[in-house]
């Protein structure tokens, strides 16, 4: 473990909660996802360093640096953002989320990163069902960016690897949907070291999953060196 290097995790958001009292009763490790959308985010310090935030009521926990405090030019960088976003007739309904997430993979592209961008869509249950698939998210996103974003036809097996290894600096990839893997929700460690061996560096740019104890979210976080994207970086100025 990296303490330094993690944006999420339930043993510091533990420590914390020992100290701070929740408001509205609030637990952070099972507050329902309904819930979490309507958090009024009050952020205090999670420790005496002031690197590291976390939120009284939701327990979302956040790492101050950002994208400019690391060297990425030519790397391989693993991107969590959240692209859970409506489907209707085989579109996407409301491109926002996706929008939000472009600064962020834009500046990798500039400093010729292998960009491998990861999301949940829906609440797939640790299965695979095609109504949940990414393949749309990844249309919009290539019309977006103005250049192919390949989708990889898992999330860390066997396809997921070929692609990441073949990754050209410049390029973008997207994994399937992360919560196909029964151990996303888990923060499973084994799944966890997966994610983390597609990249060199993590980056969180998901602010409305950032506080969940998941394997994309906390897990990759302890075994890569991590830095919160722009769009949380926005959220906290914001706040």
């Excluded at 834009?106 to 949940?132: A, D, M, T």
């Excluded at 888990?186 to 998941?214: I, P, Q, W, Y």
């Amino acid at each position: 473990m990296h303490p330094k290097n993690i944006l999420g995790t339930t043993e510091l958001v533990k420590k914390f909660r020992k100290k701070e009292t929740l408001i509205d009763g609030y637990d952070p490790l099972t507050l329902p996802e309904e819930e979490e959308e309507k958090c009024e985010h009050i952020f205090m310090p999670l420790d005496s360093s002031g690197e590291f935030l976390a939120c009284k009521n939701c327990g979302l926990t956040v790492n101050r640096k950002d994208l400019k405090d690391i060297n990425f030019e030519g790397k391989g960088v693993l991107v969590r953002v959240d692209f859970n976003v409506p489907l209707k007739d085989g579109e996407v309904k409301d491109d926002n989320r996706i929008r939000e997430a472009l600064p962020t993979i834009k500046y990798l592209l500039e400093n010729n990163c292998k960009v491998i961008l990861c999301s949940h869509l829906g609440r797939p249950k640790g299965e695979v069902k095609p109504e949940f698939s990414l393949n749309i998210v990844a249309a919009e996103l290539s019309r977006l960016l103005g250049q192919e974003v390949k989708l990889a036809k898992d999330v860390v097996g066997e396809d997921a690897k070929a692609l990441a290894a073949s990754l050209q600096e410049g390029e973008v990839m997207l994994l399937e949907n992360v919560r196909y893997e029964a151990g996303e929700e888990k923060n499973d460690e084994e799944l966890s070291k997966k994610f983390a061996s597609l990249a060199e560096v993590f980056v969180n740019d998901a602010f409305g999953t950032a506080h969940r104890a998941h394997s994309s979210t906390t897990g990759v976080a302890s075994f890569l060196p991590a830095v919160s994207g722009f769009l949380i970086e926005k959220e906290l100025n914001f706040l």
